[in-house]
């Protein structure tokens, strides 16, 4: 019993020590900030931090990718880019950039999307979209998704959504590619996001989102947002939308479409993501970050003369597209 009751003082002893050094802690960085320095922690994503890649690093690396890189997906290892001008996928290894294969598809791949086990490119100028295994690139089908210029698609967990610029939205079942349905949204369908329940389409010649129900494909409402949306990513309630005429994002609430912000970013945005705390967003010669809880923009990273594109987070580092045969890594 004594030994027992030693071992809860014990506990008790150190729990007391460590609330008193965290109350320490918060007082003298309350009271040693210099006026005006903000005093706010930084938020980061739990794999920055293990990695020791909570701060914004001084230094950007490139990465030469020949075929004009656009659209980019990570799949748990490695990145793969899809390059336009070059109808190919590129595999690269984030650690290092170095890439592991290149491998053909149809023409003009725009959008790239992993489903858990195999990577998926829409092939704008085939009308098709290609399924390959992400373990080594092989191969396992095209498939036609008939009178579409196709753009960047999404994945419900068990079917991958291909928006086509002929308003609709294509629904393949990811297991063997098959043909379940084409549902319509507004002029221009460009890119779709998940939010564990319904696909969210952007479309650009209408200014507006379109929400379906993933199930069945049924229209729930067509919410306005800015002139030219490209781009769409969830942050785990909101839906952030890049509005590519208008140099804007809009903030969306899943819930019921509601415009919760519209927030300036530099001119011509075109891509979006999302990394676990903030949001970035590509396009023109810049990638802006803001602070998903309002918008805030935390900072705008030059990339010289080159226009970026697609943008994906790899749980550490964010990658972007160029025109330039470059991948960026920040």
């Given at each position: 019993?004594?030994?027992?009751?030693?071992g809860?003082?014990?506990?008790?002893?150190?729990?007391?020590?460590?609330?008193?050094?965290?109350?320490?802690?918060?007082?003298?960085?309350?009271?040693?900030?210099?006026?005006?320095?903000?005093?706010?922690?930084?938020?980061?994503?739990?794999?920055?931090?293990?990695?020791?890649?909570?701060?914004?690093?001084?230094?950007?690396?490139?990465?030469?990718?020949?075929?004009?890189?656009?659209?980019?997906?990570?799949?748990?290892?490695?990145?793969?880019?899809?390059?336009?001008?070059?109808?190919?996928?590129?595999?690269?290894?984030?650690?290092?950039?170095?890439?592991?294969?290149?491998?053909?598809v149809?023409?003009?791949?725009?959008?790239?999307?992993?489903?858990?086990?195999?990577?998926?490119?829409?092939?704008?100028?085939?009308?098709?979209?290609?399924?390959?295994?992400a373990?080594?690139?092989?191969?396992?089908?095209?498939?036609?998704?008939?009178?579409?210029?196709?753009?960047?698609?999404?994945?419900?967990?068990?079917?991958?959504?291909?928006?086509?610029?002929?308003?609709?939205?294509?629904?393949?079942?990811?297991?063997?590619?098959?043909?379940?349905?084409?549902?319509?949204?507004?002029?221009g369908?460009?890119?779709?996001?998940?939010?564990?329940?319904?696909?969210?389409?952007?479309?650009?010649?209408?200014?507006?989102?379109?929400?379906?129900?993933?199930?069945?494909?049924?229209?729930?409402?067509?919410?306005?947002?800015?002139?030219?949306?490209?781009?769409i990513?969830?942050?785990?309630?909101?839906?952030w939308?890049?509005?590519?005429?208008?140099?804007?994002?809009?903030?969306?609430?899943?819930?019921?479409?509601?415009?919760?912000?519209?927030?300036?970013?530099?001119?011509?945005?075109?891509?979006?993501?999302f990394?676990?705390?903030?949001i970035?967003?590509?396009?023109?010669?810049?990638?802006?970050?803001?602070?998903?809880?309002?918008?805030?923009?935390?900072?705008?990273?030059?990339?010289?003369?080159?226009?970026?594109?697609?943008?994906?987070?790899?749980?550490?580092?964010?990658?972007?597209?160029?025109?330039?045969?470059?991948?960026?890594?920040?």
């Amino acid at each position: 019993m004594k030994r027992s009751m030693m071992g809860i003082l014990v506990i008790l002893a150190v729990l007391t020590l460590a609330s008193f050094i965290a109350g320490q802690a918060t007082r003298v960085a309350s009271t040693s900030a210099p006026q005006g320095v903000s005093q706010e922690i930084p938020v980061a994503n739990p794999l920055q931090v293990a990695l020791l890649k909570w701060y914004r690093a001084n230094e950007t690396t490139a990465f030469h990718v020949p075929g004009q890189p656009c659209g980019l997906a990570f799949d748990g290892a490695n990145i793969w880019a899809a390059n336009y001008r070059g109808s190919t996928v590129t595999k690269l290894r984030t650690s290092d950039g170095k890439i592991l294969g290149v491998f053909p598809v149809g023409s003009m791949p725009c959008g790239v999307t992993f489903d858990g086990a195999n990577i998926w490119v829409s092939n704008g100028g085939s009308g098709t979209v290609t399924k390959l295994r992400a373990s080594d690139g092989k191969t396992l089908g095209t498939f036609s998704v008939a009178g579409q210029f196709l753009f960047w698609m999404a994945f419900d967990g068990t079917n991958i959504w291909v928006p086509g610029e002929k308003t609709a939205v294509t629904k393949l079942r990811a297991r063997d590619g098959e043909h379940l349905g084409a549902f319509g949204t507004g002029g221009g369908a460009m890119s779709a996001a998940y939010d564990g329940a319904n696909v969210w389409v952007t479309n650009y010649t209408d200014g507006t989102v379109s929400k379906l129900r993933a199930s069945d494909g049924k229209d729930l409402g067509v919410f306005a947002v800015g002139g030219g949306p490209i781009g769409i990513a969830f942050d785990g309630a909101n839906m952030w939308v890049v509005n590519s005429q208008a140099g804007t994002v809009s903030k969306l609430r899943t819930g019921d479409g509601t415009v919760l912000g519209t927030f300036n970013v530099p001119a011509s945005p075109y891509g979006v993501a999302f990394d676990g705390a903030n949001i970035w967003v590509s396009g023109n010669t810049a990638v802006a970050e803001l602070r998903a809880s309002d918008g805030k923009v935390l900072s705008i990273l030059k990339t010289g003369t080159i226009q970026t594109t697609g943008v994906a987070f790899d749980g550490a580092n964010i990658w972007v597209a160029g025109n330039d045969d470059v991948i960026f890594k920040f």
